[in-house]
């Protein structure tokens, strides 16, 4: 049986079931596979053409034990999940006119438009199906930059065994992303906006690692996390680079590179995992906006935090990259009490510099950039001038990382992840486009009914937050399980 461990190495081994249902480990640290699956040249020939269904099924079987979740079981979970995506194809992926070999992949068909419907619709089922099981509930508590909130919310909303308490930093996200999180009428549902968050959403994750240290607190409300720090969301995300990667190459002699808009590393830590396992990935490309904390870990080898700056591209306006810890495990040769030393340094100074030997191995394959405002914009209105295409934030971010190597890669194609719809950002694309008149493919249908609906909502200061969320989610505790049990 494959079991999961920390990557700081505290506590016991536990089953996929437990580190999914857990969220952090027990020494505060990620879960990760003990050993990482490898793929032969022979499954990636069996697996090109696949669906993205099938596909799933395929890559989420290596992770996940036959005992724990059968056959059948992980099939329907999977269907379930995608089955409320708009497309076909769910991520379709569209060649740029003006670029040689240049793709977007387009993340955001899911109902919360966004890609973080791609890691949640899968985790929440998932969650939901081991706790009907056990016949136990669970409050789920994350915090959002814009788009987890919205697609945690939406995926949670009717579930018989779930609660979701949302926080966000109110006034650091667009309209549209908080009406997503905050006009769904479920019982269940409980977004909670945040002010004065001088750092935004990791902010929010403080208060959060506060509640889980209060171990009778956590105990009692059943606490659990589906942030990225969750297993089952890098897991899941390791699919889109073996789709991406054979819905591009002619051959499986064929290496891809791929640029991917960075902020908590969940995304690219994936992207680097299939890598490891065996997906043929030249180059990942780390985009960042001004807040180029992963930039500066992969062009200078220090993990450090500076003061958070807002930008166009807010879902990652993100100071601190917690999946980079999980990627640098199995890059050092899972040294678990290496991986302690320079995350607790970080912890305690706000800064760790890496050896010269330890950076070299974690670099390798990797290269960065950090995007200005003013070059996101003027991309976005450049593809649509030139192409009719239009970019949301996200994506321009990582096009200009794209861009930025230009000559340095040779003939492999170049997968750029687009992360979220346009629609979610239309006071960017205003001031890109140069109008107040957005054209038709800058709206979604979602949006538009969510303005329609009235917003419930909880406020909070970020003060008094932690007292606050003990009272509200205790409450909500007593009478929701009177109701149920
Ligand atoms: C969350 C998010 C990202 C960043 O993903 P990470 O896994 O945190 O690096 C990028 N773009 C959008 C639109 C997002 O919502």
Not at 71 to 96: R, V, W
Not at 239 to 245: A, L
């Amino acid at each position: 049986m494959l079991k999961y461990v920390s990557n700081k190495g505290g506590g016991s081994s536990v089953d996929f079931e437990t580190a999914i249902l857990n969220g952090f480990a027990s020494d505060g640290g990620l879960y990760v596979p003990e050993k990482l699956p490898k793929i032969t040249k022979e499954q990636l020939v069996k697996w090109k053409g696949l669906s993205y269904t099938k596909l799933a099924f395929e890559v989420l079987s290596l992770f996940i034990d036959r005992s724990i979740v059968s056959d059948t079981e992980l099939k329907e979970i999977i269907n379930e999940a995608y089955g409320s995506f708009e497309k076909e194809e769910i991520i379709p992926l569209h060649l740029l006119k003006s670029r040689k070999d240049t793709y977007v992949m387009e993340l955001f068909y899911g109902p919360t438009i966004s890609f973080k419907d791609i890691g949640l619709a899968f985790l929440v089922n998932l969650v939901n199906f081991f706790l009907k099981r056990k016949n136990e509930r669970l409050s789920l508590i994350v915090a959002t930059t814009g788009d987890t909130g919205p697609a945690t919310a939406y995926f949670t909303a009717g579930k018989s065994n779930l609660d979701a308490w949302v926080l966000y930093p109110k006034g650091m996200i667009t309209e549209e992303q908080e009406r997503q999180m905050t006009t769904l009428p479920h019982a269940n549902i409980h977004p909670v906006g945040v002010y004065n968050c001088p750092d935004g959403g990791d902010d929010l994750d403080l208060v959060i690692g506060n509640l889980y240290k209060n171990k009778t607190f956590k105990e009692k409300l059943k606490l659990s996390s589906v942030n990225s720090i969750n297993w089952g969301r890098v897991m899941m995300q390791t699919v889109h680079y073996f789709y991406g990667y054979f819905n591009v190459v002619n051959s499986i002699e064929e290496q891809v590179n791929i640029s991917v808009p960075s902020g908590g590393f969940g995304n690219l830590c994936a992207g680097a995992l299939a890598r490891e396992m065996g997906l043929p990935i030249k180059t990942l490309v780390v985009a960042n906006n001004e807040n180029a904390c992963l930039h500066r870990i992969f062009s200078e080898g220090v993990f450090s935090k500076k003061a958070i700056i807002e930008t166009p591209s807010s879902a990652i306006d993100i100071l601190i990259p917690v999946n980079f810890w999980r990627y640098l495990y199995f890059k050092l040769g899972q040294d678990a009490t290496k991986i302690k030393k320079y995350w607790n340094t970080f912890k305690e100074t706000g800064i760790a510099h890496f050896s010269e030997e330890d950076y070299k191995i974690f670099k390798k394959g990797f290269s960065s950039n950090s995007a200005t405002a003013k070059e996101t914009v003027s991309l976005i209105k450049d593809i649509y001038e030139n192409e009719k295409y239009l970019l949301d934030p996200h994506g321009a971010v990582a096009l200009l990382a794209a861009d930025s190597l230009n000559n340095k890669f040779g003939n492999e194609k170049m997968i750029c992840l687009a992360t979220a719809h346009p629609a979610k950002f239309p006071a960017v694309l205003k001031k890109a486009l140069n109008t107040q008149k957005l054209p038709k493919v800058a709206k979604h249908h979602s949006i538009e009914t969510a303005k329609k609906r009235c917003q419930k909502l909880h406020t909070c200061n970020h003060s008094h937050l932690e007292e606050a969320l003990i009272n509200a989610m205790e409450t909500n505790w007593q009478l929701t399980n009177k109701k149920v049990l």
